[in-house]
């Protein structure tokens, strides 16, 4: 895929966003001024991807000159040879930005998350793989410069969690950790298991985008909000006052507990804002649920019943079954570093994106 065409549109577009921006009279309308502020920096990033993607398209044709014209085995043709490799790889990756670039940005894309990490069938050893996969998020996040912030849990007997919800903050969060919503399996040997028998476990994994008060609408008297006193192993104050807040959506009978702060006001704050976002995931699946046909069209749904990963330790190996994708460096993976598979399903959404563009443009022009 030519992308110069592309790149010369990117160009032209934040020079008359540019333009616009120039003009006082725009910062009369605030929130028109935002809208273009917000793509002149989106415009910005893709132009100088562009400039990038450019600079290292015709680096490679020279690395690969060169590598053709050097006898095989000498010095030249092996720093060529390793040029080639990292160019390729640099110009994947600049490839996906801008090819993500042509699509409508997803307004949800750039909001912080909330995630809800919950055992499944498998009893302790879904608790611990529960606490494994909170671990691998934390580690990622941190690798990232996002910022974890534990909302809820609920730990198990042997140190791992039956629930475990936790908000993760930063830039575009919610676009590279959705596609983490479902089921994730996991084969290995239990700690518990004395004979060394293979035991297969499930947990759940909910991703919702941080919802604002703009998008859901919480009426006071919609809510059944009691107090009581924080569950634990003690500590500072833990369990000597009422701090923990559980509130009832009551047209929904969505339940939402917190309990991770000693101060009450702060606890009933971030169990609104689990609620909120818990409904505004619903309205987004009751909009989908209209929409069937271009759900299809999407990396995996998200519906709990999805087993989109299975992590099998005796192989060392992790698989995606929505891409089709095995990896055998299963510790890796496990240790945070999963941009490996964040990104071979960014680009298979943006692919299949780009394809039904393709096609409805088709339909409309013919």
């Given amino acids: 895929m030519d992308l110069r065409p592309f790149i010369e549109k990117f ?5 008359d966003v540019e333009a616009q921006l120039g003009d006082p009279r725009v910062f009369d309308q605030p929130q028109r001024a935002q809208e273009l502020a917000r793509e002149h920096a989106r415009l910005k990033e893709l132009t100088a991807a562009g400039a990038a993607w450019l600079k290292a398209t015709a680096d490679l044709a020279a690395s690969r000159d060169l590598l053709r014209s050097e006898p095989p085995g000498s010095e030249l043709a092996l720093l060529a040879q390793d040029e080639t490799a990292r160019l390729e790889k640099e110009l994947e990756r600049l490839t996906l930005q801008i090819q993500r670039g042509l699509l409508p940005p997803h307004p949800a894309d750039s909001r912080n998350t909330i995630m809800e990490i919950r055992a499944g069938a498998g009893g302790a050893e879904s608790a611990l793989f529960a606490a494994d996969l909170f671990r691998m998020y934390t580690r990622y996040a941190e690798a990232r410069g996002w910022k974890v912030e534990s909302l809820d849990s609920n730990p198990s007997d042997l140190g791992g969690f039956k629930e475990i919800i936790f908000s993760i903050s930063g830039t575009d969060v ?4 959705k596609f983490e919503s479902g089921v994730h399996r996991v ?5 518990t298991e004395a004979q060394g028998r293979i035991h297969t476990s499930t947990v759940t994994v909910a991703v919702l985008p941080e919802a604002q008060e703009v998008d859901i609408e919480i009426k006071p008297d919609e809510l059944e909000i009691n107090v009581c006193r924080a569950s634990g192993k003690g500590g500072q104050g833990v369990n000597t006052t009422d701090s923990a807040v559980q509130i009832i959506h009551k047209p929904t009978g969505l339940m939402v507990r917190c309990a991770d702060e000693r101060s009450q006001q702060k606890n009933k704050a971030k169990a609104l804002t689990v609620l909120r976002s818990r409904l505004l995931e619903r309205k987004i699946a009751e909009e989908n649920a209209k929409y069937a046909a271009q759900r299809k069209e999407q990396v995996g749904t998200g519906e ?3 087993k989109i990963r299975t992590y099998n330790f005796p192989q060392n190996r992790v698989t995606d079954h929505r891409i089709d994708l095995t990896i055998y460096n299963l510790q890796v993976i496990m240790d945070g570093e999963l941009d490996t598979l964040i ?4 680009r298979d959404e943006v692919q299949r994106k780009l394809a039904a563009l393709d096609q409805k443009l088709q339909t409309v022009n013919g």
């Fill in 11 to 15: 160009a032209q577009r934040l020079a």
């Fill in 174 to 177: 919610y676009q590279r950790l």
């Fill in 187 to 191: 084969q290995r040997v239990p700690a």
């Fill in 304 to 306: 709990r019943s999805e």
């Fill in 343 to 346: 990104d071979a399903l960014l």
